[in-house]
């Protein structure tokens, strides 16, 4: 929950300079390629969203050899899903994006995406909705973070039969996410 929110927080930051001032009229006005903006906005807070996961990875770690004093090798199968879960990021990503563009307001598309972690954490933990967890963008976070994880048995383990189909998953709903945002800044150009 707390990863999705800090995506939610990181992309309405990445807005709200056009929303203020006379940046959203530039941005309406420029010659470059709207897909430019919206790639360009997705790639921006990927950034700082695998920075976030390097710090957690490597807390994690520090913590675990240091703090518990945790004997063996480092499982590498921790850091693999730390990187699936930037790519499973994505789509959040890019849906956040749609909705920072569209909402002029900081706190509603944060606000959604809250709405979207109940919703996500439902779907990943309830065996009926469960297939739908694989819509939410939020869930596919959920998802990732605890794949081979006792913490949530749903999730999967690291295999090649349940990391394909999420990072699949993720990076289809991306395109669509980016493809929304492309549309939506088409259709307010042409206003």
């Known amino acids: 929950m707390f990863y999705s929110i800090g995506i939610a927080l990181l992309t309405a930051a990445t807005w709200r300079i056009e929303h203020r001032g006379t940046n959203w009229n530039l941005l ?3 010659t470059r390629h709207p897909i430019t903006l ?9 950034a700082p969203v ?21 004997d ?6 921790f850091a693999l899903a730390g990187v699936i879960a930037v790519v499973a990021a994505l789509p959040l990503i890019a849906f956040q994006t749609l909705l920072s563009f569209l909402l002029r307001s900081f706190a509603a598309p944060v606000a959604i995406c809250l709405i979207g972690c109940v919703i996500g954490v439902a ?21 990732a973070l605890n794949l081979g994880s006792t913490a949530s ?5 690291l295999t090649v039969n349940d990391v394909l189909p999420l990072l ?23 206003r």
């Open 28 to 30: 309406l006005t420029t």
């Open 38 to 46: 919206v790639l360009a906005k997705i790639a921006v807070v990927t």
């Open 50 to 70: 695998a920075f976030m996961q390097l710090v957690l990875v490597t807390g994690t770690l520090l913590s675990g050899t240091m703090i518990i004093d945790i």
């Open 72 to 77: 063996g090798p480092i499982p590498w199968q």
């Open 123 to 143: 779907t990943v933990t309830s065996d009926t909705l469960r297939p739908l967890s694989y819509i939410f963008p939020q869930a596919i976070n959920t998802r």
């Open 153 to 157: 048995a749903a999730s999967g383990g």
């Open 168 to 190: 699949g998953t993720a990076i289809g709903l991306a395109a669509v996410g980016a493809l929304l945002s492309l549309g939506a800044i088409r259709t307010i150009k042409l």
